[in-house]
């Protein structure tokens, strides 16, 4: 079973040592179209809670200024890591607001005032909007991303 890792700006998956075993066999003898259809189906396990997320900072993230616009807009990728002794999908937020991603989540917001680029001030804002929100979808995820590396070493398996 997945084992999850949750901190501001990422949700990874990790997974028991007998299914890693078994899935990096299958990614050593897959082709490059079976990896191929693998990372598409990661990507679509994780588009709701990309959704998910920029729906979190549309409606807990202060409008005035568009901050709450700004962080919506930032990508949300999937990075895998599949060699090695850990392998993991981790999904991250990239961008130019993601920079405080981890200081917003705790409730504060770094911003000079306005008509003033020298006086910066931190605001408070209501904290947990990205872990909260990760935390409550990442179980859907996990499950998802479990089928589809059971699925792919399925398919490597009858390919031989």
Known sequence: MARPVVRPG?????????????????????????????????????????????????????????????????????????????????????????????LIDRGQVRHPVPKSREVWVTQRVEPGFWTETLERGAPTVRREFQKAIVAFIHQVGEGK
């Open 10 to 102: 990422l949700v990874q998956v990790v997974y028991e040592q007998r299914l890693l075993d078994r899935f990096k066999k299958a990614l050593k003898e897959a082709d490059k179209p079976v990896k191929k259809e693998l990372y598409k189906a990661q990507n679509r396990a994780a588009r709701a809670l990309r959704i998910a997320v920029r729906a979190a900072a549309t409606t807990k993230l202060p409008k005035h200024g568009g901050l709450n616009k700004r962080v919506a807009r930032s990508r949300i990728v999937v990075r895998r890591r599949l060699g090695g002794r850990n392998p993991r999908v981790t999904l991250a937020a990239t961008g130019n607001p993601v920079q405080q991603i981890r």
